[in-house]
């Protein structure tokens, strides 16, 4: 079955720590998504590449960095300059072009700092 | 900056009752709607999208409609079960050079009591 998949579930980070989140879909899509949600928070948007090797800023962008060397995969590093890391991330994955589609999302990495 | 917003953060409704989810945009260049379910700890999944030269889609039990004049979108969903109990975000398509950028709502939290 083709889908979008994230790991860890679960991940801790120590004050100072850098920590990569993984994202890894096999739907064939060109456009992927990385967001944040807290609690009882709607969706913002870190970072989204709409092809390989190229990426943008989405709106707090500020602590994260992203890659997009494979069309597959879209990992997002927290860094250590993120000082509010712990929250719920999430990865979606979308066709691109016109019209425009909805997404697939990932069942999201839940981050602790501890 | 234009952005989609919700007219009611919480709705609670008896098992077997219609429930509607009402949901405001601002953007009168959106083109693309889409409505997610989020439960908790999970990703949000698909419901239903619409395309602005609609007025309405169904789907199995449930329902978008889609009014241009008053940039309003609601979600009805019919014999409310207390599985449909969630998170649910409506979307809508940005448009322009961010074309294809889904930009989210805050959610709205439907409680179905048995």
């Known amino acids: 079955d083709g889908g979008i998949t994230q790991s860890p579930k679960y991940l801790f980070r120590k004050e100072g720590q850098n920590v990569t989140l993984s994202c890894e879909q096999n739907?064939?899509?060109?456009?992927m998504y990385w967001y944040r949600q807290d609690p009882g928070q709607g969706l913002r948007l870190i970072y989204y590449?709409?092809?390989?090797?190229?990426?943008q800023k989405g709106d707090i962008a500020e602590g994260y960095s992203v890659s997009r060397e494979k069309k597959e995969s879209f990992p997002l590093t927290v860094t250590s300059a993120q000082k509010n890391p712990t929250a719920f991330y999430l990865c979606a994955s979308s066709r691109s072009g016109h019209p425009p589609y909805g997404y697939t999302f990932g069942s999201g990495t839940r981050l602790t700092v501890v | 900056g234009e952005s989609v917003g919700l007219h009611l953060p919480t709705l609670s409704v008896q098992e077997g009752d219609n429930s509607i989810i009402n949901c405001a945009y601002s953007?009168?260049?959106?083109?693309?709607f889409i409505w997610y379910k989020q439960e908790s700890g999970k990703g949000p999944q698909f419901i239903i999208d619409i395309r602005s030269n609609m007025d309405k889609r169904q789907g199995q039990r449930v329902t978008v409609l889609l009014n241009k004049t008053v940039k309003h979108l609601s979600l009805q969903i019919a014999a409310t079960q207390p599985g449909d109990s969630a998170v649910y975000f409506c979307?809508?398509?940005?448009?322009?050079?961010?074309?294809?950028?889904?930009?989210f709502g805050q959610g709205t939290i439907l409680t179905v009591h048995p």
């Open positions: 739907l064939n899509h060109d456009a």
């Open positions: 979307a809508e398509s940005a448009g322009g050079t961010s074309y294809g950028k889904l930009t």
């Open positions: 953007n009168s260049a959106s083109d693309y």
């Open positions: 590449s709409q092809i390989v090797n190229d990426f």
